[in-house]
């Protein structure tokens, strides 16, 4: 495997990221497992939103993680595929309607 700044063991010390701040680790911790419990949403739904917001901050141990979470719950690769398409069109959408400021900037110095 190509060597990348991302080691891809570094995922499974995730949960040592509190050995520093045990009390914050737990807090984050609790909270993580509440929000991916079956509610509103079921945890398959949960997982494949998961994996397009991994896409859009472009998070590489998240897209591991999410990957499998995804398969392991039956998400198939074409479901991964337009998650990441629908990820892939608001992030572009949301750097072209950003445009709007530079518009706006041009015709206030135009004028």
């Known amino acids: 495997m190509q060597k990348t700044y991302y080691d891809p063991a570094d995922l499974k010390k995730f949960g040592k990221i509190s050995e520093w701040n045990e009390e914050l680790g737990a807090k984050f911790f609790d909270y993580y497992g509440k929000v991916f419990e079956e509610g ?19 998070c590489p141990y998240c897209i591991d993680a999410y990957t499998g979470d995804g398969l392991q719950r ?38």
């Open 40 to 58: 509103a949403l079921t945890e398959r739904e949960k997982s494949l939103i998961a994996l397009a917001v991994s896409h859009t901050i472009q």
């Open 74 to 111: 039956g998400i198939t690769k074409e479901e991964m595929m337009e998650a990441l398409h629908v990820a892939a069109a608001i992030r572009g959408g949301a750097s072209l309607v950003h445009g709007v400021q530079m518009m706006n900037k041009v015709n206030k110095l135009d004028m």
